[in-house]
């Protein structure tokens, strides 16, 4: 299926410099011509007319020019930082003081007296334009004298200009969210148009058995898969070749992360042992776990597990030491993560747990103290995953179900229906908006997480999807049928 998106463009344009230079040009032409009629006064009052016509002339000059300045505003309004026709007063200034410290008002007339030479007392018009010639007030446009008094105040205080910077800020922040608005329903237009192709990872070696985890590197090009044939293997995203297999586990290998170039992986055998990501080298043999290891997750050098024995264990990645062990769930503890901000009840490094006894724990994985347990799952719990966006919590379930929870209250937001079977995993897109989850019923299923909404889905998997992972318009799957698909998404 294709789909098109257009965008029209519409451009507004004011009166060019041109057209305001000849018309100050002309209007420059017919004050001269008024000027050589005046030449035709008596000779007694030639001195004093002289004064008066330098003084109107000069004046109506700066005038025109002022017009001409004030027709520059109205041809850069649109793309200028100055706020429009109503916005001081909008923000509570007045753009027109009349007194105190700093201004001035523009409604006294300002007039010099003086002593003509039969001794009377006469004015010579420095009125600044506001009594001699009331014809130009009223040839002016109504909206350039308002524009005028609200692009321009007379007088703007420090305060003043700290409200325009406010509200410019608030402007910025409101364009922003509109685009990144604009590019999320571009998103989800794609995601429910798009077409996409599936390729199957066939290279000269290939898992014997069930893939039950996915990794992919830091940057996108290395994908580790962990299988029930006791093997990790390391494949090349752009080739779609093997690199290497790693051998070292005892029995199926259920979980894998990294952090950089550390890749971690934890066993039915009850052991963790992390790698070089980039050599296949091992590093460390970690063991500890009276159970298989379900689930880990890595954070700096804090390595956490999670294991069918029920309890998380917090290790030193460099050196296998044990530095905490939480007890509280009353089944096999299925997933795993890291709050790494203090966000969480005041704390840092808040850890999140999901079990096969149905509920979400939060802990401090310091003192091993349980924060808080979540409860609505009516069967086990497979994963969680925490999204950044608004620090919400997503878990899926044998309960053919998907929850959204706010962690610190233990409300349940939203439950995503649709699935038929357990749901094993969910992943978030980049954007964290987008959510997408493998499921025992052979699909994985796209999700708009603002809305609850079922956007699509993708079928070709024929046994259970255990595991997600995904970059960029790459999402990649693995299944019960031994296969690793690459879903290649068709966005425009």
Not at 357 to 380: M, P, Q
Request: hydrophobic share 30%.
């Amino acid at each position: 299926m294709e789909a098109s998106h257009s965008v029209e463009q519409s451009t507004h344009s004011g009166p060019s410099l041109i057209d305001m230079q000849e018309r100050s040009s002309h209007s420059h032409h017919n004050h001269s011509s008024s000027d050589d009629h005046d030449h035709d006064h008596d000779h007694d009052d030639h001195h004093h007319s002289d004064h008066d016509h330098q003084h109107h002339h000069d004046h109506k000059h700066n005038n025109n020019n002022d017009k001409l300045a004030s027709r520059r505003l109205i041809d850069v309004d649109d793309f200028s930082p100055i706020p429009r026709k109503g916005t001081w007063e909008n923000m509570g200034i007045n753009p027109v003081q009349t007194g105190g410290a700093g201004g001035h008002s523009h409604s006294h007339k300002k007039k010099d007296k003086g002593k003509d030479h039969h001794g009377h007392d006469h004015d010579h018009g420095h009125d600044h334009g506001h009594d001699h010639d009331h014809s130009q007030h009223s040839d002016a446009p109504q909206q350039q004298q308002q524009l005028a008094t609200a692009t321009a105040p007379s007088s703007v205080t420090l305060d003043d200009m700290q409200k325009l910077l406010a509200y410019q800020t608030r402007v910025i922040v409101e364009l922003e969210r509109q685009v990144e608005r604009q590019k999320l329903q571009i998103r989800l237009l794609n995601w429910r148009t798009a077409g996409y192709t599936s390729t199957v990872l066939k290279g000269n070696v290939t898992h014997a058995g069930q893939v039950l985890a996915l990794r992919l590197n830091q940057d996108g090009t290395v994908l580790a898969s962990a299988s029930q044939d006791k093997t990790i293997l390391i494949w090349d995203t752009t080739t779609w070749s093997c690199i290497r297999r790693l051998r070292g586990h005892a029995s199926a290998v259920y979980c894998l992360d990294s952090e950089g170039d550390i890749l971690v992986s934890g066993s039915a055998d009850k052991t963790i042992l992390t790698w070089r990501f980039s050599t296949g080298e091992t590093l460390t043999t970690i063991k500890g776990h009276k159970g298989s290891v379900y689930c880990i997750r890595l954070v700096g050098n804090i390595l956490v597990s999670g294991s069918a024995d029920r309890s998380i264990k917090v290790w030193d990645v460099r050196t296998g030491e044990l530095i905490n062990s939480l007890e509280g769930h009353q089944g096999s503890v299925s997933h795993l993560q890291i709050f790494d901000k203090p966000i969480l009840f005041g704390t840092t490094n808040v850890l999140v747990s999901s079990s096969f006894d149905k509920t979400v724990k939060l802990w401090n994985i310091y003192t091993g103290e349980c924060l808080a347990t979540l409860r609505g799952h009516k069967d086990f719990v497979n994963c969680v995953k925490i999204n950044p966006a608004n620090n919400t919590l997503i878990t899926a379930s044998n309960d053919m179900t998907i929850k959204v929870w706010n962690p610190e209250t233990g409300q349940c937001r939203m439950t995503l229906k649709g699935h038929v079977a357990n749901v094993n995993y969910v992943r978030l897109e980049d954007n964290n908006t987008v959510l997408l989850s493998a499921s025992k019923d052979r699909k994985i299923k796209v999700w708009n997480l603002q809305t609850g909404e079922l956007v699509r889905e993708l079928n070709g998997h024929k046994e259970s999807v255990h595991c997600l992972e995904a970059a960029g318009d790459n999402i990649y799957s693995a299944s019960d049928d031994g296969v690793i698909r690459q879903w290649k998404m068709l966005f425009f």
